[in-house]
């Protein structure tokens, strides 16, 4: 999934339109990578008539610093983001892959699936064609999108022989904006680095025949979701909504409850050092991949081999705290089994440390598969939470979780 030439035109054109506010949540399918790699400057470049010169700045700041960083996960998704926050200033990303991430769900996108939010801006970057379940997917963004958000789509249209399952065709997405009452604020064709708008359903051989290049092409669409009602599949030019088939979509579309408050959840976290696996070289950063609430069974930080690594959560402070929830990297059992003989230690400064918990099994412990540590704190009373290895290595997990006493009842 790259932003190239074509999708920055498609982003471009849009901007000229006003059609993307900045701010908001990203919700993003498939995390996006510059393409060819290193290109990322020059397309940041030809952005810059259509962005404020402060974000700019900011987002060449940001690709500078993504090309040169030491860990691989910067130098690969960095430049893309930098080119996002030109594009849309976001004031949260996040990403469905099913590649590890420190902003990403691992989800199988061919499923049923809920998030427990809603997005202002939700973005199908050339994934949609490599699922088999299209329903499935388009029913997916409809979900996650705010009333008033945009779905914003580049995927395969003419051309790009044996590239995904599925090509479409750009009447595709007049069709699902019918079908859905969203509103079609642009959808046209990207080739070549170029851009055309499709006025108007039909119109798509009028516009082969003026630009030949399009006959191997992207289609690009930004729709607004301006109901709050259940997703609608669309058939070709008919557009029966019965009533059963919206109360059946209906039963279908229920989010769950939030769960108990996570008291670590966003907070400032620090680690005791970066390593080339890391997401980020600055440690708090990296440290925050384990408060961002994303289970994903990869690691959310990564330190180096040191001689007692750590990490820590600020919980803003003193808490009365009732259990500590570690969730363990699961890629392969030496992996998890680095973190075996984990401590959890307590602190109302950050400098003076009591060690509450030290596990001393050398069966690793889970986390993704429903069997993370669950570490009673017994009503302790702390505003930090450190864990470490007292025996050294490489220390890294996938989330940390802290809770308070139970409720009664």
């Known amino acids: ?38 290109s990322g400057p020059y397309l940041l470049e030809t952005l810059a008539a259509l962005v404020p010169a402060e974000r700019m700045a900011k987002a060449a700041q940001r690709m500078l610093a993504a090309m040169e960083s030491p860990t691989n996960y910067q130098r690969d998704f960095g430049p893309a983001r930098a080119l996002y926050h030109a594009v849309f200033e976001p004031a949260s990303y996040v990403a469905v892959d099913l590649d590890p991430g420190p902003r990403k769900y691992c989800l199988d996108l061919n499923r049923p699936m809920s998030l427990g939010r809603r997005f202002d801006r939700v973005i199908n970057n050339g994934t949609s064609e490599h699922l088999f379940d299209q329903a499935n997917f388009f029913r997916v963004i409809h979900r996650h999108t705010k009333v008033g958000g945009l779905m914003i789509h580049w995927t395969p249209c003419l051309g790009w022989i044996d590239h995904g399952f599925y090509n479409v065709q750009p009447s595709f997405f007049f069709d699902l904006a019918y079908a859905n009452a969203y509103a079609v604020r642009l959808i046209g064709l990207a080739a070549q680095g170029h851009f055309v708008p499709l006025p108007v359903p039909g119109a798509l051989g009028d ?4 630009h030949p290049a399009l006959g191997d092409s992207m289609v690009c669409a930004i729709l607004e979701k301006t109901q709050d009602r259940p997703f609608a599949v669309p058939n070709q030019g008919v557009f029966p909504f019965p009533d059963e088939t919206v109360e059946a979509a209906r039963r279908q579309h229920v989010v769950p409850a939030a769960p108990s408050p996570n008291l670590a959840l966003g907070r400032p976290a620090l680690q005791s050092s970066t390593s080339q696996w890391s997401w980020d070289s600055d440690p708090a950063v990296d440290a925050s991949g384990a408060v961002n609430g994303l289970v994903t069974g990869a690691h959310g930080f990564h330190t180096d081999d040191d001689d007692a690594p750590w990490w820590q959560v600020d919980l803003g402070a003193a808490r009365t705290l009732g259990e500590a929830v570690v969730y363990n990297c699961l890629e392969n059992p030496d992996i998890a089994a680095r973190s075996a003989h984990l401590a959890v230690s307590l602190s109302d400064d950050g400098q003076s440390w009591r060690m509450i918990f030290r596990r001393s099994e050398d069966t690793p412990f889970g986390g993704a598969d ?13 505003r ?10 490489y220390l890294h997990l996938d989330q940390v979780e802290v809770y308070g006493p139970a409720l009664p009842g």
């Open 384 to 393: 930090f939470l450190r864990v470490s290895l007292p025996e050294g290595g």
């Open 207 to 210: 516009v082969l025949e003026a």
């Open 1 to 38: 999934m790259g932003l190239s030439t074509n999708e920055i035109a498609f982003l471009a054109a849009a901007l000229e339109a006003d059609l993307l506010p900045a701010g908001g949540d990203v919700l993003e399918f498939g995390e996006s990578e510059v393409t060819p790699e290193g």
């Open 370 to 382: 429903g069997k993370p540590l669950r570490v009673p704190l017994g009503g302790e009373s702390a």
